[in-house]
């Protein structure tokens, strides 16, 4: 492709005024013109960014438990977030309890922040779970493996909203928006640019949050893209930003203000959270054979957790017990991950066709006898 439209070099983003940044790689908290980190009134911001690093923390042994998982032969398969832990965090944090989300299928940070229990991930990887968690109990939808359809799900779903009247009327228990995740690859979809010409049509209330990781699997984005992922925003009629993906405070404050314009009827925006994909694309991927090992080197020098601990022991905001405390929680919730994977029982296939609609169609209950009539007419036979 290089040799149809010419050399593309990578943006280098480390000086760019158009990243917003409020935490640097070595932890030191800096201004941003228009974006600045506050916190729920009566919340103490300490706490708060100490919320972070253990949310970081424990989707990070997730992941870490689940990939382990997998190479024993536990799942089938697995998408890494290795990396992108500010970014899940910061975006999954700034969501207030009515809004709703449309993952892909790598969030398991933002389904930590929605109380999917971690377990429910590892189900469908595993193989055993037929349905998923219940979106309406946590306003985070289904994963999605169809590449970039959630954000027409999502934009659909926002329209519906402003026809529910949830949408500017100024109560804030009230106000809601959508949010649609998906990553670089994606944004090269078809699904994806049309959610981008409804959404604009219609202003609907919905940020689409693009992890801009760097790879589409194992192709690179300069690959894809003439100019950065977030001007793309600007063809479409509505505002795009890029904040630096490894930042929970700078992610955590662009989504804040995102949400709370799509809440009040001001409409879409793009936010391009640039990071990088420490791991592979999944457990079946090889990215030794498409990348340079000094490039994720250099990358592991801008970890999203790091900076977060150099911030808060150099402020003295958090010492020894308290990160020897994450890292005993996070010693459980591998345990139980492990024990839990293990235990997960097998599905009942009749119990599909109860997932189908709300209320059982004549048809569908046909269906589902026929096929419990057709399983037990195996039993007893060896």
């Known amino acids: 492709m290089s040799e149809l439209f010419g050399p593309q070099t990578p943006w280098d983003t480390s000086a760019s005024p158009d990243l917003v ?109 037929q349905g ?36 500017g009327t100024g109560d804030p228990e009230r106000d809601a928006a959508v949010v649609a995740h998906f990553g670089d690859g994606a944004s090269s979809q078809g699904d994806v640019n049309e959610s981008f010409v409804f959404a604009a049509s219609y202003n609907a209330p919905v940020v689409f949050f693009c992890q801009n990781n760097q790879w589409a699997i194992s192709e690179p984005f300069e690959r894809q893209s003439r100019i950065p992922l977030y001007r793309r925003a600007e063809g479409f009629g509505f505002p795009g930003v890029r904040v630096d993906g490894n930042d929970v405070l700078a992610t955590y404050a662009v989504m804040q203000t995102a949400l709370q314009r799509a809440r009040e009827g001001g409409g879409p925006t793009l936010v391009e959270a640039y990071t990088y994909r420490m791991g592979a694309h999944t457990t079946t991927d090889d990215p030794t054979r498409y990348r340079l090992s000094d490039e994720v080197e250099t990358w592991k020098l801008k970890d999203p957790i790091a900076r977060v601990e150099a911030y808060l022991r150099r402020g003295g905001f958090a010492g020894d017990d308290f990160f020897a405390g994450v890292e005993a929680e996070a010693e ?16 009942d296939p009749v119990a599909l066709f109860g997932d189908v609609y709300a209320e059982i169609t004549e048809e569908l209950a046909a269906q589902r006898d026929g096929y419990a009539a057709y399983l037990a007419s195996f039993e007893g036979v060896a």
């Open 21 to 129: 940044q409020l935490l640097t790689p070595e932890g030191q908290r800096v201004d941003h013109p228009d974006y600045r980190f506050t916190v729920p009134e009566g919340a103490d911001e300490a706490e708060v960014i100490r919320g972070f690093y253990r949310d970081m923390a424990l989707t990070r042994r997730i992941d870490v438990e689940a990939t382990a998982l997998q190479r024993h032969g536990e799942l089938g398969i697995w998408a890494q977030l290795l990396g992108q832990e500010a970014a899940q965090i910061g975006a999954g944090r700034a969501l207030r309890p009515q809004d709703f989300v449309f993952p892909t299928y790598r969030e398991h940070g933002v389904a930590w922040c929605r109380g999917v229990d971690p377990l429910r991930l590892l189900g469908l990887f595993r193989g055993v779970d």
């Open 132 to 167: 998923g968690w219940d979106p309406e109990a946590t306003n985070f939808g289904l994963y999605t493996i169809v590449i970039g359809a959630q954000t027409l799900h999502a934009t659909g779903y926002a329209m519906g909203m402003q026809r529910d009247g949830v949408v």
């Open 332 to 347: 459980e919730l591998g345990t139980r991950l492990r024990e839990g994977c293990r235990a997960l029982p097998e599905p």
